[in-house]
């Protein structure tokens, strides 16, 4: 049976985490949200599948390929524009008129058993099968009820609390005939739940609930993006983590290099190749990314923290997310609900309270206290030089790449054939920078004399 993995969303209510990444790639347990629920579908014998996709979709085809890592294969149906959940599969249907096909979102956490969902659809011979789950609170949900055979007899999408009729809610998982693409209507944005489903009740078409036990999230809010990274830690969701448990409930990725004395406190995960030093404290419910550095001094309590990302001495992290690419300097605070996202810089003793969003790209300059969201501005220096010149922290703020940009900017102030002379101190860090200052200048037509 071939499967669809719905991938086109913006997620604007996960902003500023999706400001520049697709949905499904956001990391649940330092992997792709998407990706569990492909390796889920692998785990059911699902060895074909049809990811929809839009909203930056040349990410999404770009990091999971053809899918052969995930032991299945992979191809992409593209919307130009937004078709809705109905229409972004209907536009994949030259691949799914064959035979029954399963149909889910790239962007839950679940590991709800499939197979068990499939076997209720064969057995009603129905054209749909609805998986259902059921929820404390329900209103942000689509919320259905069933006759006594489990057939379906009514709809309704996020009802007020005096709407609210039951606790079962769509997970949006459905097993469907081809037949019910005769029912989508082509041309404009149409949805499974709030246009095609009522038709084909108005019809009496045989429409059916499987009540699925198993865990399931629609991370669709930073809310739920945080309670399914602790889901993860927790063990409440059955999912593959990466490395190693070295202790109860504390997972070290490959290569990480963690000082025996640093304060690590389960249930957490340290990415592949992190380095936590001493004196640092990863305290419970945390996720580190890959290629995080965490300095000495530092604490991480409840925090989700992606790739790529430096904790200077002294920060104190909590109850927030940070974006990939992103430096925390010295004695920076980021509170309770606060996120920043990719590529920012939150510079020494900074303060971000609680909730404030960062998008991605800016700087938070040096003392600031921020306590409105950070959009459009970015609240940094726009001085270059300071009483010692250009200077910053190596591979954090003095990066090779940025060396070249600054290399190749004062080129631009000289005459061709000029002469620069180039020093440095024995440290490799500045042999390697030096490097990259020789590369850009001799790219740009000047003459270096190296001492």
């Excluded at 309704?156 to 459905?174: A, C, H, M, R």
């Excluded at 990480?256 to 030093?277: F, H, M, N």
């Excluded at 009483?387 to 090779?400: A, C, D, F, K, Y």
């Excluded at 000029?418 to 001799?442: E, G, M, N, P, W």
């Amino acid at each position: 049976m071939k499967a669809v993995v719905m991938a086109g969303g913006e997620g604007t209510r996960l902003r500023p985490m999706t400001a520049n990444q697709p949905k499904p790639l956001l990391p649940v347990g330092n992997r792709p949200v998407m990706e569990h629920i492909l390796r889920l579908l692998t785990r059911h014998g699902f060895d074909e599948t049809v990811v929809t996709v839009q909203f930056l979709a040349s990410l999404v085809r770009t990091y999971f390929g053809d899918g052969d890592e995930f032991g299945m294969h992979l191809r992409y149906a593209t919307e130009q524009t937004p078709l809705g959940t109905a229409g972004s599969v209907a536009n994949a249907e030259d691949a799914l008129r064959d035979d029954t096909f399963l149909v889910i979102s790239g962007d839950a956490l679940t590991d709800i058993d499939l197979g068990a969902l499939v076997a209720t659809h064969r057995r009603t011979g129905a054209l749909v099968t609805t998986c259902l789950t059921r929820v404390s609170d329900p209103v942000d949900f689509g919320i259905v009820i069933q006759d006594g055979d489990g057939r379906i007899e009514r709809f309704l999408e996020k009802p007020t609390w005096g709407q609210v009729f039951s606790d079962t809610v769509n997970t949006g998982i459905y097993v469907m005939e081809p037949e019910v693409f005769r029912h989508v209507e082509r041309g404009r944005p149409i949805d499974w739940s709030g246009d095609v489903f009522p038709e084909l009740l108005r019809l009496g078409a045989p429409l059916y609930g499987h009540v699925a036990d198993g865990y399931w999230e629609d991370v669709g809010s930073l809310d739920s993006y945080r309670r399914a990274n602790a889901d993860v830690l927790n063990r409440r969701v059955d999912v593959e983590i990466d490395g190693f448990e070295v202790s109860p409930g504390v997972w070290i990725g490959e290569g990480a290099d963690v000082s025996p004395d640093a304060d690590l406190e389960g249930p957490l995960i340290v990415g592949a190749y992190a380095k936590i030093e001493a004196g640092a404290a990863i305290k419970a419910q945390t996720v580190l990314g890959n290629n995080v550095v965490v300095m000495g001094g530092a604490v991480v309590e409840r925090a989700v923290v992606h790739d790529n990302v430096f904790v200077g001495p002294q920060v104190s992290l909590r109850g927030c997310v940070i974006g990939k690419n992103t430096d925390v300097l010295r004695a920076a605070r980021v509170e309770e609900g606060a996120v920043v996202g990719d590529e920012c810089l939150v510079q020494e003793e900074a303060y971000l309270a609680d909730g404030v969003k960062v998008y991605p790209h800016k700087t938070i300059e040096a003392g600031a206290v921020v306590h409105t969201s950070v959009i459009w501005e970015s609240r940094g220096s726009s001085a270059l030089f300071g009483p010692r010149g250009i200077s910053g922290l190596v591979n954090v703020e003095m990066t090779p790449e940025h060396v070249v940009r600054l290399a190749s900017a004062y080129a631009t102030t000289l005459r061709k054939g000029s002469v620069v002379v180039t020093a440095r101190d024995s440290s490799r860090a500045a042999r390697a920078l030096k490097r990259a200052v020789i590369s850009a200048l001799t790219a740009s037509a000047i003459d270096v004399r190296d001492l």
